[in-house]
């Protein structure tokens, strides 16, 4: 009954009761919107450095990642890959040698990190062979390839088919340099991995370190990331004496951006709740001072202040119940639209996005424990913000109430501040 009252009681005043839902519907809607986005953001930073940087596991020399120095290799790496590749779970395992060189060129050089790789094998880890924009990927059987990012192209000054330089010391710590011939240029997106990686076959580079057979890395990617950690302690008991390591480990702002995703859902949802709260305390104060009468009459027919209580409660509950489901249906819509199509945000900071290794398309994305956040939410804020108006609603006297017991309050009041006053100048004036 209490229910079918309240029902009735927030449709009395259409126009009042649609500006609460509209409120309540916008901010759901604009919440998951902006959670969406956050989430696509970080998820297109940590997609492209896995497929670009650190792939989901990494095996290396327990020393090598301290000084990466060529002495700290994996002997016969091959024979690594082809144990790691029988793992159930794992989609593709590349193995690589990397060092630090020189590159110059006629025009200019700079320190970039080179990494030799069977490119048949990096195709299937590293994104690399996806971002050429001008020439060709690496050939498994053409020697003294070389390929390098547009980027760094424009700042050596040189082109397809231009010939650079490498330096570097060997494994004798002697001072070696090799030609490369400039095939392929490659665009990943992050300015700072461009300008400081190269590529060129494993083969070619390892005959000048004087390692043939030998490796520093072993990238492996996986089919399903929930494998992540089994998959690592396999290989673990399979190379006790290497280091095995996952993207987070490799990376720890990988796994500080993940954690901030829900930490930024929550921030937002927060200050929503805090406005939301206002608008709702505001209007449900209106409904109240309208209804003086009204309720003065039923409290005073037998209606008891827990009953007029809820029925306040109740009523803001409905506004909001009615209102979630909206919000819910038109942020679902939304996200999963963009999610498809993704948002082009090239127009508005397609540099400053490069510079932080994230795609100019965004594909917002919303978790599912966003939604049942955002009911809980909902329903907490409406409920807080009901209880000051119904408390007021309690408040009254039902005789002063029929009469208009807000009015009489304050006539009772200001009667109090004028005779306070009148009595201050009399004692003033008999002084």
Do not use: C
């Not at 039923?298 to 202040?305: I, R, T």
């Not at 979630?324 to 942020?331: D, E, K, S, V, W």
């Amino acid at each position: 009954m209490l229910i079918k009252i309240a029902w009735r009681n927030i449709w009395r005043s259409i126009t009042r009761s649609l500006v609460v839902i509209g409120a309540i519907v916008i901010g759901i809607w604009s919440i998951i919107f902006l959670v969406g986005m956050v989430n696509g953001m970080i998820e297109s930073y940590i997609d492209n450095a896995i497929k670009n940087e650190v792939s989901h596991i990494k095996i290396h020399h327990t020393e090598f990642i301290k000084d990466k120095e060529s002495k700290y290799y994996i002997s016969d790496i091959a024979s690594v890959k082809s144990a790691v590749d029988t793992i159930s779970g794992v989609k593709a395992v590349s193995y690589k040698t990397i060092i630090n060189t020189m590159i110059g060129s006629s025009h200019s050089s700079r320190g970039v990190s080179t990494v030799g790789v069977v490119p048949k094998d990096e195709a299937n880890v590293s994104g690399v062979s996806d971002r050429i924009v001008e020439g060709d990927y690496l050939s498994d059987t053409k020697k003294n390839q070389i390929l390098i990012s547009k980027r760094l192209a424009e700042k050596l000054k040189v082109k397809l088919r231009s010939k650079v330089v490498l330096t570097f010391q060997d494994l004798e710590n002697e001072i070696t340099m090799g030609a490369f011939r400039v095939v392929g240029l490659f665009d990943t997106g992050n300015y700072m991995y461009d300008e400081s990686v190269v590529f060129v076959r494993q083969e070619d580079i390892n005959k000048l370190l004087g390692m043939n057979g030998y490796g520093h890395e072993v990238a492996i990617l996986l089919d399903d990331l929930s494998d992540m950690d089994r998959v690592q302690q396999s290989i673990a008991k399979l190379f006790p004496t290497l280091l095995v390591r996952n993207y987070k480990e490799i990376q720890p702002e990988l796994a500080l951006f993940q954690s901030q995703i829900k930490m930024a859902g929550v921030i937002y949802m927060v200050i929503f709740m805090l406005a939301l709260i206002f608008g709702i305390v505001n209007t449900m104060m209106m409904a109240v001072l309208e209804r003086v009468r009204e309720l003065g009459m039923l409290m005073s027919v037998g209606m008891n202040k827990v009953k007029v209580f809820l029925m306040i409660v109740v009523e803001t509950l409905l506004l909001a119940i009615v209102a979630a489901p909206i919000g819910l249906l038109l942020g679902y819509l939304t996200t999963s639209y963009f999610h498809k199509t993704g948002i082009n945000l090239f127009f508005y900071s397609d540099e400053g996005m490069k510079q932080f290794g994230m795609d100019k398309f965004i594909y917002p994305n919303v978790y599912t424990d966003t939604y049942l956040q955002l009911v809980i939410a909902v329903s907490l804020t409406a409920l807080l913000g009901s209880l000051y108006p119904a408390w007021k609603a309690v408040s009254l006297r039902p005789v002063e109430a029929i009469r208009g017991s807000f009015a009489t309050e304050k006539t009772r009041i200001f009667k109090r501040i004028i005779n306070y006053i009148k009595t201050k100048l009399l004692k003033k004036q008999i002084e």
